[in-house]
């Protein structure tokens, strides 16, 4: 298990085979009821992304201990993922029941995230905060509120809790990213590059790599950004060598810095084993990206269809919309993700604002 | 929406778990062990009559290199030249010299001087490369006279990542050192399979260096076998034997010379101070040890020695998040504690029991009732508090007087009475009383558990070695050799203070009062000054393991 928590903490692949040996060692000696290793290998499982071996084992640990917190966890992470959020949502209020603790509260206030309740996953993640003990947990909640602030335009919360965070944990690179996304909506660029260069000096996963690179783009750092984007091409090449599918963030950077082709089949890789929203989003992009906008609008459709309060998946249906000459419904989405949040992203915010006038301009 | 919350709940629900999986060794898959994102630091020291050497070795995985060569490739066209190299690596060792701090204790932290400083790729994983920056130091220092010093590093520690630091001395002696000699990545070649074992964070260190000689070589056997030319030369024969033991063929005659020289290991090991198996004689001595008591000691040592390190090393890979280090710790602080309470138990019988051992008193002439002073030299410990007539206390008497053991007050009044033809024994050596049977075999066996609780290295590396060559049971038998060895040299030292002990009682009673009086007067201390004695080892020991390592 310290294997996984070291594999989340660095997100670094090369512990999940030892974590997994150890676990499968722990499953030899005792192959039935085993639920904290069952529990394991679902988390393990999780980790890599393998939703569907990760759903099979949280099962097994569910049906081996029906009364524990952390296997009904791994089974409703699973079911997220796997885009059955109606089992998924039982399975939380499960957990909860069990063990209303940080780590139950904190995945309540996601299924309400989730559906664009946004005031109730905030007041869950309040509670989650007051539950936590560890330092982790608390910074994993003053992340969290700090990003549900940002998901509705409140940069100035946003910032405080990062704040806040940042000072029991001053190297937690979550907190350091949140807090530059914050700065970034608030206009201070150069806090903004400051913490996600240190985020990434701690630990350099892709989303921080493509929030930096394509903050830097913005601001016209064009030679910079190229650092960033030369450091996820690297990590692409890793995760294709390893044969894991693509996160979302590998899949928007290749749509949008790289080979749409390429995302394409990337997206459809992922969107398979993990018909997660997220993916369906990433996907429409890369389709939209590659011509294949009729195909596009279906993903982005179902990745809109829990009614996520997502700026950027509302952009990219608009943007799809108006591809297949839509413009009504362009404005509608387009509107939706500026209301949202104005400050979404560095390079497609401006271009939300740019689309809607000339929109205007022109009917 | 949040799109990073799955990977970090996953997480969070880990922290709900303590998983009881035992944990094996597992192969890692990735090509860099410790992960891609990780960047690693070895420091290794090397201490001279006139100088201090240091290498820092920089070793980042691909992904950390890959963003390294940011500051590499100065005209950014994505490809490293040699100057561009070595201008990278001069810069960079520069700024490690100013994190690595040496002072001499009382002076002021060392300016290094760069004696070298290169910067190499190599094939990592995915066709992408790792870098290996490597850093040569120097600086003059006088280490002539005995220093003490404090290194300590303030590298770039936001990163994930293995932080080792070695010294070891060069000319001088390295008299004490809170780090290793030698490098056990082959500084940073190759990591070990678990990590949770480590990742290793050596941030400081503490040493002292005396003029003399100090080896590297030698220096992983001197902290096997103490230091000390006696040290080196076991550490040669160790080596010798390793090499035996790991020979491709193993044929009989390779066998037995391996089996002998375990047995060599085993009782040379015993001589060597530690364990506190000094104390054991000391025991032996004090007790009134016979001969089948030293056996008894022996025979425990061998069972108990061979069992811990039978135990540890199959067991070690069982549980490789328990450092081999930690465990020789804990197993040094039960023994420790052992010894301690064997000399609170002890020292406890001694204050109790002091009737004990002069009511059996049997001196030449029989003095019923006496108290004549010529005797008062003899006592062994005499009762000034009990009001009864103060006697003799040569041991000598096995008598169990009709039934009526010795310890009650009455068989000294009916002594005499009971046995008027008693033999007088003015000339011979006189059979040693015992103390009771139960609770003697108890200390002792519990002292031959003290002695071989604590598995000795060596063996545990012979058994090792032995088990990842596939010869588990060879390395069994191996162990149990080097064990009666131990047990060997053990009875023997026992064997040769019994025998020395009652050398001196004789020649106590032969020669004049005077000349053995000093000597006398410690044996009438005998029982209270030894348990004290094992009670300190045992304080000692307690302390020494723990200090660590941890």
């Known amino acids: 298990m310290a294997y996984v928590q070291q594999a989340r903490a660095t997100a670094d692949p090369a512990t999940y085979a030892r974590a ?37 084992w949280a099962k097994k640990a569910t049906a081996s201990n029906p009364s524990s917190p952390a296997a009904h966890g791994v089974l409703a992470d699973a079911y997220t993922q796997l885009g059955q959020y109606e089992a998924s949502f039982r399975a939380v209020q499960r957990m909860t029941d069990l063990r209303p603790d940080a780590a139950s509260l904190a995945r309540a206030s996601y299924t309400w995230e989730l559906r664009g309740e946004t005031a109730r996953a905030r007041e869950l993640m309040t509670r989650s905060l007051k539950a936590a003990s560890a330092t982790a947990d608390t910074s994993f909640a003053h992340t969290h509120l700090a990003l549900l602030a940002l998901e509705t335009g409140d940069p100035t919360t946003a910032l405080r809790e990062a704040e806040t965070g940042l000072r029991a944990a001053p190297r937690d690179s979550a907190l350091l990213e949140a807090r530059a996304r914050a700065h970034a909506a608030s206009g201070n660029m150069r806090q903004a590059v400051d913490d996600y ?20 783009q913005s601001q016209g750092r064009r030679e910079q950004a190229e650092a960033q984007y030369e450091l996820l091409r690297a990590q692409e090449r890793l995760r294709a060598a390893s044969g894991a599918p693509a996160d979302v963030d590998a899949i928007l950077f290749e749509a949008d810095h790289g080979r749409p082709l390429r995302a394409v089949a990337m997206a459809e890789a992922a969107c398979r084993t993990r018909p997660f929203i997220a993916v369906h989003d990433a996907y429409a992009w890369a389709l939209h990206k590659a011509g294949r906008h009729a195909q596009a609008l279906a993903h982005a459709n179902q990745s809109l269809a829990l009614g996520t309060r997502s700026a950027l998946f509302h952009y990219h249906r608009a943007k799809i919309h108006q591809a297949l000459g839509d413009t009504n419904a362009a404005n509608r989405d387009l509107k939706r993700a500026l209301t949202i949040d104005p400050h979404f992203h560095p390079l497609h915010a401006p271009d939300a604002h740019t689309t809607l006038r000339r929109n205007d301009a022109t009917r | 929406m949040n799109l990073t919350l799955c990977r970090v709940l996953t997480g969070a629900v880990t922290t709900l778990l303590l998983s009881s999986a035992a944990l094996a060794t597992a192969q890692a898959a990735a090509a860099h062990p410790l992960g891609n994102f990780t960047v690693n630091y070895a420091t290794g020291l090397t201490l001279h009559p006139e100088r201090i050497d240091a290498v820092v070795v920089v070793d980042r995985a691909e992904i950390a290199a890959a963003q390294e060569n940011r500051l590499v490739d100065l005209d950014h066209n994505n490809s490293i030249s040699a100057p561009e190299a070595r201008t990278y690596a001069h810069r960079s060792c520069a700024q490690l010299a100013g994190q690595l701090q040496v002072t001499i204790v009382d002076g002021s932290p060392l300016t290094w001087n760069r004696s070298g400083a290169t910067l190499t790729h190599h094939p990592g994983e995915a066709g992408l490369k790792t870098s290996r920056l490597h850093c040569a130091l120097t600086v003059k220092a006088d280490l002539r006279a005995p220093s003490d010093l404090k290194v300590r590093t303030t590298y770039d520690s936001r990163r994930i990542g293995w932080r080792e630091m070695t010294a070891r001395g060069q000319g001088v002696a390295l008299t004490d050192s809170d780090v290793p000699a030698r490098s056990v990545t082959d500084q940073l070649r190759r990591y070990p399979q678990d990590p949770l074992a480590a990742p290793l964070d050596q941030r400081t260190a503490t040493l002292r260096v005396e003029p003399g000689h100090g080896n590297a070589a030698s220096a992983v056997y001197e902290s096997v076998a103490g230091t000390g030319p006696l040290g080196r030369v076991l ?43 000094t104390i054991m004689a000391a025991y032996l001595a004090g007790r009134r040890g016979t001969p089948r008591d030293a056996l008894t000691v022996g025979a425990t040592v061998t069972v108990t020695h061979t069992a811990g390190v039978l135990v540890l090393g199959l067991a070690l890979p069982l549980a490789t998040h328990l450092a081999g280090e930690t465990v020789l710790t804990w197993l040094g602080l039960a023994s420790g504690l052992l010894v301690t309470a064997i000399g609170l138990w002890l020292l406890h019988s001694a204050l109790l029991n002091r009737p004990l051992h002069h009511h059996h008193h049997h001196h030449g002439h029989a003095h019923p009732h006496s108290d004549h002073p010529h ?4 006592r062994h410990l005499d009762d000034a508090g009990s009001g009864r007539p103060a006697v003799a206390t040569t041991p000598g008497h096995r008598h169990t007087h009709g039934g009526v053991h010795g310890d009650s007050p009455v068989s000294l009044l009916t002594r005499d009475g009971v046995h008027p033809a008693h033999p007088h024994q003015d000339t011979a050596p006189a059979p040693l009383p015992r103390p009771p049977e139960k609770a003697t075999r108890g200390g002792l066996i519990g002292m031959g558990i003290a002695g071989g609780l604590v598995p000795s290295p060596s063996a545990l590396v012979v058994l090792l070695g032995a088990v990842a060559l596939g010869r588990t049971a060879f390395g069994v038998l191996l162990v149990l050799a080097y064990g009666l060895g131990m047990a060997a040299t053990l009875t023997l030292a026992g064997l040769l203070l019994v025998r020395l002990r009652d050398r001196i009682e004789i020649d106590m009673r032969t020669a004049s009062a005077t000349r053995w009086a000093p000597l006398k007067r410690l044996a009438r201390l005998g029982p209270i000054a030894t348990s004290t004695l094992v009670l300190i080892v045992g304080i000692g020991l307690t302390a020494r393991a723990a200090v660590g390592p941890w």
């Open chain 1, 20 to 56: 997994q040996s150890a676990l499968q060692k722990s499953l030899k000696l005792q192959p039935a009821d085993n639920y904290q290793a069952q529990t394991g290998m679902g988390a393990l499982q999780a980790a890599r992304h393998d939703f569907t071996s990760a759903l099979n």
């Open chain 1, 197 to 216: 260069t240190a985020a990434i000096a701690i630990a350099p996963l892709p989303h921080y790599l493509l929030g930096l690179g394509e903050l830097q």
């Open chain 2, 235 to 277: 550490g040669k024969v160790s080596s010798a034997f390793d090499s035996l033991v790991g020979s491709r063929e193993l044929t009989v005659p390779v066998g037995l010379l391996a089996l002998l020289l375990a047995v060599v290991l085993g009782a040379s090991h015993a001589v060597l101070p530690g364990h506190g198996k």
């Open chain 2, 375 to 378: 005797h008062r030299d003899d």
